[in-house]
């Protein structure tokens, strides 16, 4: 999750008190800004002074933050309201929901209560949210860029420093980012699940057919993001760590010598602990090491990305932790070491099979599966009127319903992977982006993989996934719909999204019968 850490333990703490895992769900909520009269992309103005008065009418504590002197969030007990990379693309992460039998209700109640504050702030500045996962209309200029995006300074170390063109996903790209915790102990199967089978998600929740209004010619054209930014990149390893893996990994060993090995270059490092990688005061290491070869240095020289002053970096163990957002599948392992070890610690650790994850139980680690392939969606008068409330109520909380129904059932995911084939399900990722149900092969694993995950659910809890069975038996996603809608529009681009936005604008929660306890 963006700031709040999903709370699950391992075997024991320092003092020898045991951690029991305990599991948990959380949501990242990314939301397309429309102008509610147009729909055109619109950066938000007002909206976080009107989302705090929201808030606070209800009785709920929110502290703003702030970038240049400009609000860009509110924190508070149930969620971090915020932005992604511009101020049209609005994050929400919830804080963690306690898992297992009706925690995907629980989670349901908490995003559609979010999704109304937000919904009932957006109109002091005259917008709505969309039910898309890249904004039709909106364009990538360098203007629009400017004007748009966030301060924050790791941008200007990617864009300035790494070559990466940031702007590429300016136009408001939006996921429904799906955060499961797992035991440390199943973190890497659990990971190579979530990678493998990221094909069926990526078509299930496709939703982004236009981009810069014009068809794409993909269902799910936001996964095509990464070349776009990393391919003219400085380092080639940017572009590496965004690519399918060649085979499956073996243990967390492995996974990070992947993610930090030869071949690699490390992010700027912060000039004092922190676990905001956004927005820390950094320092780039000389020579651009990977992170392995910094850490086992004593010392390494560096320049600051702030003011361009030298200074010596003393690697430390939670440069290691803080380096974990470095790579861009579609699906990432997060965690939090909750007693931090030594750096010594972890370098003998990563040496020996198996050594890290027996480390990270020692330090009681939080650790969970972050799911990038699923397209942000939301109720809309479409869906309602095509697939009735039960598929409508369900879509907010869909994918977090097919992850953790995977992992709940992860001996049978990972059957799978081994039928399938590592290299067979690798295959998979561009069909469904491209064709989505229409390709035979993402059909097929679409059914078998909801098979899985409704295994995997509470009999109770299987509810959650009438969106994408929804889809599976009709072959028509969210990106079929607004294809429909777009192609029967008369006129040009803006025409097209007028009547985008009167059948793809997220509706209200509390257009469901029964739905308006927002308690939590």
């Not at 400009?70 to 915020?82: E, F, I, M, N």
């Not at 499956?248 to 000039?271: C, I, K, N, Q, S």
Request: aromatic letters at 8%.
């Amino acid at each position: 999750m963006k700031a709040i850490t999903p709370r699950t333990g391992s075997s024991s703490s320092k003092n020898g008190a045991p951690f029991s895992y305990r599991p948990r769900l959380g949501l990242e909520m990314e939301m397309v800004v429309a102008d509610a009269q147009s729909g055109a992309s619109l950066p938000v103005r007002r909206y976080f002074e009107a989302l705090a008065a929201v808030k606070r009418r209800k009785g709920v504590d929110c502290e703003p933050y702030y970038l240049d002197g400009r609000c860009v969030g509110l924190s508070t007990a149930r969620a971090d309201c915020g932005l992604d990379n511009g101020f049209n693309l609005l994050e929400t992460a919830l804080a963690p929901i306690e898992g297992g039998k009706g925690g995907l209700e629980r989670l349901a109640v908490a995003a559609n209560a979010e999704l109304a504050d937000t919904l009932s702030a957006l109109q002091v500045d005259g917008a709505c949210v969309l039910s898309a996962s890249q904004h039709p209309t909106c364009g990538r200029d360098a203007e629009w860029y400017r004007r748009v995006c966030v301060s924050r300074p790791i941008y200007r170390e990617l864009r300035e420093y790494r070559g990466w063109h940031h702007w590429e996903g300016i136009d408001a790209k939006a996921q429904n980012g799906a955060n499961t915790s797992v035991p440390v102990r199943d973190a890497i199967r659990a990971l190579n699940v979530a990678v493998a089978l990221a094909p069926a998600s990526i078509a299930l929740f496709a939703n982004s057919p236009i981009e810069s209004g014009r068809i794409s010619g993909y269902k799910e054209n936001r996964m095509r993001l990464w070349p776009h930014v990393f391919a003219p990149a400085r380092f080639p390893g940017d572009l590496y760590l965004s690519r399918y893996p060649a085979r499956p990994f073996r243990d967390l060993a492995d996974f990070f010598h992947w993610m930090f090995g030869p071949g690699t270059v490390t992010r700027g490092l912060p000039l004092e602990l922190s676990d905001d990688y956004k927005a820390a005061p950094t320092a780039l290491p000389e020579g651009d090491p990977c992170l392995q070869d910094f850490l086992r240095a004593a010392r390494w020289p560096a320049r600051r990305m702030d003011n361009g002053q030298g200074v010596d970096l003393v690697p430390h163990a939670q440069h290691f932790e803080y380096s974990q957002i470095g790579q861009f599948l579609d699906a990432r392992l997060r965690y939090k070491l909750h007693t931090p070890p030594s750096l010594a610690d972890i370098l003998r650790a990563w040496e020996q099979d198996g050594g890290l994850e027996a480390l990270f139980e020692q330090c009681g680690a939080d650790a969970y599966i972050e799911a990038r392939g699923p397209g942000a969606a939301f109720a809309d008068a479409d869906l309602l009127e095509e697939a009735g409330d039960e598929a409508a109520r369900s879509v907010i909380a869909a994918p977090s319903a097919l992850q953790a129904g995977l992992l709940g059932n992860l001996d049978e995911a990972c059957r799978l992977l081994q039928n399938r084939t590592w290299e067979g399900l690798g295959a998979l990722r561009e069909p469904a982006m491209r064709f989505g149900l229409a390709h035979e092969g993402v059909r097929s694993l679409c059914a078998e993989v909801l098979a899985i995950a409704r295994d995997g659910l509470d009999a109770g809890d299987r509810r959650w996934l009438a969106y994408p069975e929804f889809v599976l038996a009709t072959g028509r996603s969210a990106a079929d719909r607004m294809l429909d809608t777009w192609v029967s529009a008369v006129g040009g681009p803006e025409a097209r999204m007028r009547a985008v936005l009167g059948r793809h604008a997220a509706l209200h929660p509390d257009v469901f019968e029964g739905q308006t306890r927002y308690r939590v």
